[in-house]
């Protein structure tokens, strides 16, 4: 078997600041809300007309979800809009974070506002007709609604961008797709961002003079042109409501919204007022509801426990669905449980042909305790459960099954089996079951990705399978569980690309930066400033027979730079020869001094010639080249102006002559650029 020590961890700020933390017990997750209330919607949509259509039916639609309305503030308070995503878009495994929209990724709640962090993303860009929260704006600025954590370097390179579809993107990345003027989603947000969309131009197309006014149209350059208040792509947004039906996560952030503004998204609800709203080829005109019914009854009659004899009612159920036009499609509403079970026969349609790197099988009792780690077969794993009104059941083995999590009377409602970090994972395979009548669903991730397959278990043993993309990190399977069952785990595949064995760490221990001022003594003013970078790695990792250096980039290419090891070759359009420096460090010891028996290797180097760039934010990226791979460490991102900031704020400068200078570059009164000034 191959050991998991020793080998070479691609250090990228990414992997570092959402390496996945479970922490059971304190994520905000109701799973009863992943369904609705019929009542309730009864009543909240009882004055909605049918009978109109395009613009006369929003305006009704638009008076029934403003009513009522209650506003929560975009930060500030114990129930701003970052208080209610936590919440809102919570992980369903009860691991206390956060789901992000455009990436799938799950991170931890408070990791908010660092360019590697989370955002609250506008995903109506708020340029487009409300840039701030103040006056008759404040209402759309700060709508849950329309706010989803994102991560904040796909956030913040979408910028205002349309929705719409890329062809030839000029940059990729999570699955998603931008150009100069479009940004295109992962398909598995699509029809979210679409109903985000359709709510928006509903809720705030009817302000009447000087308030806001949102409409959508057929069109992909609104940010170039600054058309206020519209967005596109009209057109293609439609085309992804119905390829992208509504999702459980979509219906359980409606509910968890609704709680605290008291509105609700109506193209959640009722995914059929689409077609109302915006009239389309796309919406289809007419609806069998024969034929509807009848696509209703075959899932329906699908069975909960899918095995292969279960090949052909599921292909039928997916042949009768796909015949349906869009409006019938949208009236599907137990279109969940056809994916789910179309994911279940793909998994036992595709096993595993290759022999696992790693693998275990429970065939005795492991886990006496809750939060107790123990080894297994060379790789420690932790279990951590949430026990239901009484003290968890942990280990008890069923020998067809594999260690029991819980009983009826000592019922776990979430249970998270996590092992420790490993390198470079594509498959994991979990064979896991229930006891008769459980209703658990078993979701996997490995470190910062998360699986799109989530299974539902059946009393039968069955081999579920998450596929990855050589993914860093723990890996982590939980079951979430709404019944009083026992769950059990009876066996762990684990398939993943050997890595090349370098250094056990490479460990980015300080990264600073500083300004090189020169100036007119006489006028205190800017003549050259330069952006110096500096970082340490600690001296027991520093390897002699690798090459190092430093690659400077602004920082949304340094996204990309970080997401793992490339070749040269690969990073060649982020780099030019004046940006992609080898270099070799200088041993010094804590204090920053040259010493040959000191605890680190530093690297400093300045970038030149930032006059006129003073706001540009640059990243400096450490690398280390070795057996023809680069493999890249932290990022430190920063500007001429965000250091001079820093200096002032933080009282770092005692000469109140260099102070003038400083607050002059800032306030943009300088020419150029600046002697060297202390590290931060």
């Known amino acids: 078997m191959k050991r998991f020590v020793k080998v070479f961890l691609v250090f990228t700020t990414i992997l570092t600041l959402f390496s996945l933390q479970l922490v059971t017990g304190n994520a905000a997750y109701d799973i009863s809300k992943t369904t609705n209330d019929p009542t309730l919607l009864a009543s909240y949509y009882q004055t909605v007309d049918t009978s109109l259509s395009g613009e006369d039916f929003r305006r009704n639609l638009s008076a029934v979800i403003s009513a009522g309305y209650e506003r929560h503030p975009y930060s500030g308070g114990a129930a701003d809009v970052a208080a209610i995503l936590r919440e809102s878009d919570a992980d369903p495994s009860g691991n206390g974070n956060v789901i992000c929209i455009y990436t799938g990724l799950s991170m931890p709640s408070s990791q908010t506002g660092g360019i590697y962090e989370w955002d609250k993303e506008h995903v109506w860009a708020k340029s487009h007709g409300f840039p701030n929260e103040s006056g008759v704006m404040k209402e759309a600025y700060s709508d849950a609604h329309n706010l989803r954590p994102a991560l904040a370097s796909v956030n913040r390179s979408r910028s205002n961008k349309d929705h719409g579809l890329v062809a030839n993107p000029t940059r990729t990345d999570y699955g998603n797709k931008q150009n100069e003027t479009t940004f295109e ?41 600054n058309l206020l208040g519209c967005f596109g792509n009209l057109q293609t947004l439609i085309q992804w409501h119905y390829d992208d039906p509504v999702s459980e996560s979509e219906i359980y952030r409606n509910n968890v919204v609704y709680g605290y503004q008291k509105n609700r998204n109506p193209y959640i609800d009722h995914p059929e007022y689409v077609a109302l709203a915006y009239p389309s080829a796309q919406s289809g005109t007419t609806v ?16 909960d426990e899918i095995t292969l004899n279960d090949t052909d009612a599921i292909n039928a159920a997916k042949a009768l669905y796909d015949a349906l036009n869009p409006l019938e499609k949208s009236k599907v509403d137990n279109y969940e449980t056809l994916r789910n079970a179309i994911n279940a026969l793909r998994a036992l349609q595709e096993p595993a042909t290759e022999n696992p790197d790693y693998t275990y099988s429970f065939t005795s009792k492991v886990f006496s305790s809750n939060n107790q780690t123990v080894d297994l077969n060379g790789l420690s794993w932790t279990i951590n459960a949430t026990p239901k009104n009484t003290e968890g059941y942990f280990g008890f083995y069923q020998a067809a099954k594999g260690i029991q999590i819980g009983t009826a ?28 009548g459980v209703n658990a669903k078993l979701s996997c991730s490995v470190g910062k990705q998360i699986s799109s397959s989530k299974y539902s278990l059946t009393k039968d043993n069955a081999a579920y399978e998450f596929v990855f993309n050589e ?38 221990t300080e990264t600073r930066s500083s300004l090189k001022l020169e100036y007119d003594s006489s006028t205190l003013e800017a003549t050259d400033v330069d952006l110096r970078f500096g970082t340490r790695i600690s001296a027991d990792a520093y390897d002699p027979t690798a090459k190092y250096g430093v690659v400077v980039v602004d920082s ?18 982020f780099v030019s020869s004046d940006y992609y420096l080898e270099m070799t460090p ?42 023809n791979k680069v493999y890249f460490g932290i990022a430190q991102t920063n500007s001429v102006i965000g250091v001079a900031e820093t200096y002032l704020e933080e009282d770092l400068i005692q000469s109140e002559e260099i102070k003038v200078i400083l607050q002059k570059i800032i306030d943009g009164n300088n020419t150029n650029d600046t002697g060297w000034l202390p590290w931060v």
């Open 185 to 225: 989603p992962r398909d598995e947000s699509k029809g979210d961002v679409a109903r985000i969309m359709f709510y928006m131009a509903t809720r705030y197309g009817f302000g009447g003079d000087g308030a806001v006014n949102l409409s959508l149209v057929d069109d992909e350059t609104t940010s170039a042109s």
């Open 288 to 303: 069998d509801e024969t034929k509807v019914a009848a696509v209703k009854q075959a899932i329906q009659n699908l069975p």
């Open 409 to 436: 009377a000592k019922p776990c409602t979430n249970v998270v089996l996590s092992s420790s970090k490993l390198t470079k994972v594509t498959k994991v395979v979990c064979y896991s079951s229930g006891a008769s």
């Open 471 to 508: 993914a860093n990190g723990a890996i982590t399977f939980s079951i979430l569980n709404s019944s009083d069952k026992a769950v059990y785990f009876q066996r762990i595949d684990i398939y993943y690309t050997e890595v090349d064995i370098v250094s056990e760490t490479f460990v980015l």
């Open 556 to 573: 949304s290419q340094a996204s990309s730079l970080s997401s793992g090891e490339k070749t040269f070759t690969q990073i060649s359009e």
């Open 586 to 627: 200088v041993q010094v010891n804590e204090q920053g001094i040259v010493d040959p028996n000191g605890e680190y290797y530093q690297f400093a180097w300045v970038i030149t010639n930032m006059e006129g760039h003073y706001e540009d934010s640059l990243s400096a990226v450490i690398y280390m080249e070795y057996n």
